[in-house]
Each structure stands twice: as structure tokens, then as C-alpha cells.
């Protein structure tokens, strides 16, 4: 695996200066050791040489890495998430396509942010690797933990109820300062997105395509001895053609403004199970907990192998007829679990 000095030599290549005395200097390694360090980034990709022998020179290669880890409170007076953007990740995504420059920066600032404004940690961990057409990025931190927060906020009884309440978008334990849609909507920026806390784990596709781990870090190592409390992991291919606007206008209304615009939420039910099946009016609950926030809701089925009775009248009869300004819609629904949901809700229950 990659470490921090293997960063800072890449940085130096990015600025095109005196790569190994700049790389000597800041990482505090002997020459030697830093020449090393350069031939193996070359050798693996990283650093693309430039003539021969006592005269090479070296430039970024087509594969990209940075890692970092500072205190937060650093990162705070030092400018904050946009300073981390600037300083150390946008100089290593000049040649990608400008929409997945975008959406990488809103995730990772939004995620970045999340670790300075909510964590209460001292230590934040960074990273980004580009290879093989894939961007992936991290952002971790030592603090309480974000469903463990949550839940107690909301006073939940469970944690993993934590991970639901986030799903849905609109929630955030500093209503002052923060929207509640940073999660929401970089987890729909990404192609994949996890976060990880206290061995729970939030991954809106995790019942199709789980985002898989990072070969290029190991996040609690880094952040030895406390270790790692929240991890954050994102990744997106580089040839997507999905723009910002794309995520934005499927889920937000133009002519609204602020949390008003937030019109549509998507709320994976399965995470109500719990250890369970969906079979209870009270899971119905959990599921329907703050959707009266949004105009549409769509309740996605998927890894949902059955459904009872009691759970289907709640939420498509008892809060449906109290509702029905709110829209319902459903996906995901395996063929079983719809002749379920249409049995005990309806037809009108199946929207797609």
C-alpha cells in the first residue's frame, strides 16, 4: 500500500520542480530513499519518466494517488474542505472530464465537511486514487461515530435505525449550520458510496452492487491508535457521463428554494429489517418516519424477499389515506414480494 510520502513526491511531480531535492526536503527522507520511492511510483505508474539515465525527469502518470491526514482542527483554520480540494486533489484531475471533476468535488467536500462540522474528532484522514478508469476517494475521521450520534439525536433504539434516518435525506444533528442533504445527494453523485462506522455500514447499493474495498488504503491503520470512528467511500467511473444537474434535478424542484426544493427522497426499506422481515406496523413507521418532508417518495424493495400483511396496510392504507398529498411510488419489488404488496395495498400500491 501507498503512504503519505508517496504523496508528497507525487504532489512535487504535479508542480514540475526539482522532484527528488523538493521530495528530500518535505518528506524528511534521505535522497536515497526517496530515489527508491520515485522508481517504484514510475515503475508502477504512478510517475511517467522522461529521458534517460542521470538526466530523467518525471511527470504525473496515469495513475493518481494522495493520501493525507491532519488534525481537524487544522483543516479548519487552514481554509477548510475547499483548501483540501485546491491544494491536493484538484491538481491531480486536470485531465479528467469536467463532469466527474465536479461531482468528485462535491462529494468529497460535502463528505469532508461532514468530519469537520459533526465528528468532534482531533484526526481526519484523506485519500484519492485514480486507475483503471476509476476514481475512488476517502475521507475518515477518529471522532464519536456518525449512526452512534444519530441515533442517540434521534433517540433510537437501535443504530442501524441511524442508517435509515440518513437514507432519507433532510436529517442532520446541526439544523443551524447544515441542510441534511450532503449524504443524500453525494451518495447519487458516485457511482459507489459507503460509510462505515462501529462495524455498521450504510451502501445504497448494497443489496445489487456493493461499493468494494479499497486495495490502496487501510483507513484504521492510518489513524492509529485511536483509530478510524466514520469512513467514507466513494468511487465513480471516469467515463460517466453523469452530470450534477442530472442528480440534482431528478431529486430537487427548480422553483423551490432551500430545503423546499428537496422534493423527492428514495428510502431503501430494507433497512428497517433489521434482523428481521418486513412484517410489522412499526417497521412501516420507521419507513415513513419524516417522508411527509417531501412531496414524492419512492421506497425502494430492493433485497426485500417479503413483506407482511401489517407493514403493507400501514404504509399504503393507514399513511397513505392520512397523506395523500404525498406521493408514493415503489422499486426494486421482486415479482413475489409485489403480488404481496398488491394483495395487501392494492393495485394502486405498485407505482413505478
Not at 526536503?25 to 522508481?39: E, H, K, N, P
Not at 474542505?81 to 460535502?110: C, G, Y
Not at 452512534?148 to 434521534?154: E, H, N, R, T
Request: proline share 4%.
Amino acid at each position: 500500500m501507498l503512504d503519505p510520502n508517496d504523496a508528497i513526491i507525487l504532489a512535487c511531480a504535479a508542480r514540475q520542480g526539482a522532484l527528488a531535492s523538493e521530495a528530500t526536503a518535505q518528506t524528511g527522507l534521505s535522497r536515497v530513499a526517496v530515489s527508491r520511492r520515485i522508481q517504484k511510483l514510475a515503475d508502477a505508474g504512478y510517475l511517467q519518466r522522461h529521458g534517460s539515465g542521470t538526466r530523467q525527469t518525471y511527470s504525473l502518470g496515469a495513475r493518481r494517488f494522495w493520501l493525507g491526514v491532519q488534525t481537524r482542527q487544522s483543516l479548519l483554520q487552514g481554509g477548510g474542505e475547499m483548501a483540501v480540494w485546491e491544494v491536493h486533489l484538484a491538481p491531480l484531475l486536470l485531465d479528467l472530464p469536467r463532469n466527474i471533476k465536479s461531482l468528485a468535488q462535491t462529494a468529497f467536500t460535502e463528505m469532508l465537511n461532514n468530519a469537520l462540522d459533526h465528528s468532534g474528532g482531533e484526526r481526519v484522514l484523506m485519500g484519492l486514487h485514480l486507475d483503471a478508469g476509476q476514481l475512488q476517494m476517502l475521507v475518515a475521521d477518529d471522532g464519536v461515530g456518525i449512526f452512534g450520534k444519530v441515533a442517540q439525536a434521534a433517540q433510537l433504539f437501535d443504530p442501524r435505525l441511524a442508517i435509515l434516518e440518513l437514507s432519507k435525506g433532510k436529517y442532520t444533528t446541526a439544523a443551524e449550520g447544515h441542510s441534511g442533504m450532503g449524504i443524500f445527494v453525494s451518495s447519487r453523485m458516485m457511482d459507489g458510496f459507503a460509510i462505515e462506522s462501529r462495524g455498521l455500514r450504510f451502501d445504497p447499493h448494497e443489496a445489487t452492487q456493493p461499493l468494494p474495498r479499497f486495495d490502496w488504503i487501510d483507513s484504521n491503520a492510518q489513524l492509529k491508535p485511536l483509530g478510524a470512528q466514520t469512513v467514507v467511500r466513494m468511487g465513480i467511473a471516469v467515463d460517466s457521463t453523469r452530470s450534477p444537474n442530472d442528480v440534482y434535478l431528478k431529486y430537487f424542484d427548480p422553483d423551490e428554494v432551500g430545503g423546499q426544493a428537496f422534493h423527492t427522497t428514495e428510502i431503501p426499506v430494507r433497512l428497517a429489517q433489521l434482523s428481521s422481515e418486513l412484517v410489522s406496523r412499526s417497521q412501516a413507521k420507521w419507513v415513513m418516519e419524516r417522508a411527509t418532508q417531501f412531496k414524492t417518495v419512492v421506497l425502494d424493495f430492493e433485497g426485500v424477499v417479503f413483506v407482511g400483511q401489517a407493514f403493507v396496510d400501514e404504509v399504503f392504507r393507514v399513511f397513505a389515506t392520512a397523506h395523500p398529498e404525498l406521493r408514493i411510488k415503489t422499486m426494486g419489488l421482486t415479482p413475489e414480494v409485489e403480488k404481496l404488496v398488491r394483495m395487501f395495498g392494492g393495485a394502486q400500491a405498485v407505482q413505478p
